[in-house]
């Protein structure tokens, strides 16, 4: 069974910097899109970041410059390296695989389909 | 930037009740939309992609539809493990993805 394992998470202050790791079972993380989702207490849920199977990566605003994404082969493992930390990125993240599905006529079409657990993120001065 | 609206954003049913939300864009998405679930304290779960086509696994009370900019999500008989939070979600070509507000169901 397909299984995602956050962790990582914690209590920083304010300009701090932590790094969410999202350990896979059954699953090839470098094989597949993978991507970063956030929810604040209490609030809905806020795409952070993705990396493609290729490589590429694209950011939120809101991440862009300060959040970094990338995954290590050797360990099955998605990484997100946070700096610069503020107090509304307090918040659970949560890794997820996004799966693409084709059509006849070859159009692309994703969608978020195993996620984690999550991880919580406090950031505090 | 596209925003997503969902509405109502706060319902009470009971069970058996059809329930119907509705997500709205401000363009034209294409057929660029999912919708989840999450109960309260885990993960969301995804329940039907690309508008309308359901999860494996996921009961056939659950259906979505729509186009363009506006959607819908519908549970035809509301059970009480449905007792959730549902998004629909959004998502462009450059793989940037937008979740609407979301809609909290509960039992009257």
């Known amino acids: 069974e397909v299984q995602l394992v956050e962790s990582g998470g914690g209590f920083v202050q304010t300009g701090g910097s932590l790094r969410l790791s999202c350990a896979a079972s059954d699953f090839t993380v470098s094989d597949n899109y993978m991507t970063w989702v956030r929810q604040a207490p209490g609030k809905g849920l806020e795409w952070v970041s993705i990396?493609?199977?290729?490589?590429?990566?694209n950011y939120a605003g809101t991440a862009k410059g300060r959040f970094t994404i990338s995954r290590d082969t050797s360990k099955n493992t998605l990484f997100l390296q946070m700096n610069s930390l503020r107090p509304e990125d307090t918040a659970v993240y949560y890794c997820a695989s996004v799966r693409r599905t084709v059509t006849q006529e070859h159009y692309y079409y994703y969608h978020m389909d195993v996620w984690g657990q999550g991880t919580t993120v406090t950031v505090s001065s | 930037d596209i925003q997503m609206t969902q509405s109502p954003s706060s319902l009470s049913a009971s069970v058996g009740d059809r329930v119907t939300i509705t997500c709205q864009a401000s363009?034209?998405?294409?057929?660029?939309l999912n919708w989840y679930q999450q109960k309260p304290g885990k993960a969301p779960k995804l329940l039907i992609y690309?508008?309308?086509n359901l999860k494996t696994g996921v009961p056939s009370r659950f259906s979505g539809g729509g186009s363009g900019t506006s959607f819908t999500f519908t549970i035809s008989s509301l059970q009480p493990e449905d007792i959730a939070t549902y998004y629909c979600q959004h998502y462009d070509n450059f793989l940037s993805f937008t979740f609407g507000p979301g809609t909290k169901v509960d039992f009257k």
């Open positions: 690309t508008v309308s």
């Open positions: 363009r034209d998405v294409s057929n660029n």
């Open positions: 990396i493609y199977s290729g490589g590429g990566t």
